[in-house]
């Protein structure tokens, strides 16, 4: 399921982070705001054709909270603190507040417009720009975007952020935090073609992109190329996707970074499965190689999901740097309250390879490496 598709639903002496009810006061007086302009908005399309203008939202608010006292568990590796030594409950793991504004300025050109607010690696919720592109149908099966575009890097690339297109809590974060670039300024094209039974996608995209990571400090990738392929018939869908690019801060500069995956998904049950590879070096030009993986199946009960995902970050080859691995065992179960609204909880134990940190943030000073640790989470997903 694209983001399109969902978006198109009708009906310490640590620096604070912000509680639930301070992130509530900020979120939801943007979303009454954002209603109420999508009312007025889609209120003047003409039965059948699509509105000149369309605004369409999605957000999540939910708390976690982590065993682990030495350090902070996130989801986003540019996010600085988490649940777990900074606090024992956070609300800032996966709250977000997203809007998309989309222009159908001719049958051939269009323009899109995407503004997400979640934590930032600066300790704020500024709302920050993840799309704004223009696309041109150059034929009905090729078409051309320019202006900064998502990398189509994984199963869910263009939906991870919008909570109420993944069937699960979050993405497996062994996998997703494997790749720190997720969109680029530049150019890409599209060309989609279709039998009786099946889609097919294949595209090109060139272009460069500067990220601010937890540190503040500027991380400039340039040459970014990506060629992504996507398959679909019924309930199958394929992915696989290679990139490379020039990233100011390793030597050498290039890094590659490579996936495929697939998802099953006949309507009573559902699985899928990824597999992702990293590579880069250090300023010390130390090769850096990782591997992620997840397996995930569920079934549909009603209006209940109860799921298992299984989940690793493998260090193959990290010489004179600090391994980063570790295994995740997750379950849980998605309720979808109405068509657009789902709550969730899931449960995750995380077991951390030896001498590695895992994918933990904020370290205490002499935490040990290694063990493991539980983390609880409590979710509600919404898209309008």
């Given at each position: 399921m694209t983001a399109q598709t969902i978006l198109s639903v009708p009906d310490t002496p640590h620096r604070a982070v912000p509680s639930l009810p301070s992130l509530r006061a900020r979120i939801l007086p943007a979303l009454l705001s954002a209603l109420l302009l999508a009312f007025s908005l889609d209120s003047h399309a003409e039965d059948g054709a699509p509105a000149p203008l369309a605004l369409n939202g999605f957000?999540?608010?939910?708390?976690?909270?982590s065993s682990e006292r030495g350090a902070d568990y996130v989801f986003d590796n540019l996010q600085p603190k988490g649940t777990g030594r900074s606090h024992q409950w956070a609300s800032d793991v996966?709250?977000?507040l997203g809007l998309q504004l989309t222009?159908?300025?001719?049958?051939?050109?269009?323009?899109v417009l995407q503004v997400v607010s979640e934590y930032r690696w600066d300790g704020t919720y500024t709302p920050m720009v993840n799309w704004a592109n223009l696309r041109y149908a150059?034929?009905?099966a090729l078409s051309v975007r320019v202006g900064r575009i998502a990398l189509d890097s994984f199963m869910a690339s263009d939906s991870r952020k919008i909570g109420?297109?993944?069937?699960?809590?979050?993405?497996?974060?062994e996998v997703y935090r494997l790749l720190a670039l997720r969109d680029s300024d530049g150019i890409d094209a599209t060309y989609r073609y279709s039998g009786e039974d099946f889609v097919n996608s294949f595209t090109l995209l060139y272009g460069q992109r500067t990220v601010t990571n937890t540190r503040s400090i500027n991380v400039h990738s340039t040459d970014v190329a990506g060629v992504f392929e996507r398959y679909e018939n019924g309930p199958l869908t394929l992915h696989a996707a290679y990139q490379q690019r020039r990233v100011d801060n390793q030597n050498p500069p290039l890094g590659k970074f490579m996936s495929v995956g697939a998802s099953y998904d006949p309507g009573p049950w559902f699985a899928s499965a990824e597999w992702v590879k990293a590579i880069n070096f250090n300023a010390s030009k130390l090769k850096i190689t990782r591997a992620a993986w997840y397996l995930n199946t569920g079934v549909r009960l009603g209006d209940f999901s109860p799921y298992v995902t299984v989940a690793a970050l493998c260090p193959l080859s990290e010489t004179g740097v600090a391994p980063v691995g570790q295994h995740s065992y997750s379950s849980g179960v998605r309720w979808d309250v109405r068509r657009n609204i789902d709550i969730k909880f899931q449960w995750d134990h995380i077991r951390l390879n030896d001498n590695s940190f895992g994918t933990l943030q904020n370290i205490a000073p002499g935490t040990r490496p290694g063990g493991h640790f539980n983390v609880i989470s409590l979710l509600t997903d919404f898209v309008f």
């Open positions: 957000g999540t608010l939910g708390v976690a909270r996966d709250s977000r222009a159908n300025l001719s049958p051939s050109l269009s323009a150059v034929t009905p109420y297109s993944n069937l699960t809590a979050r993405p497996p974060t």
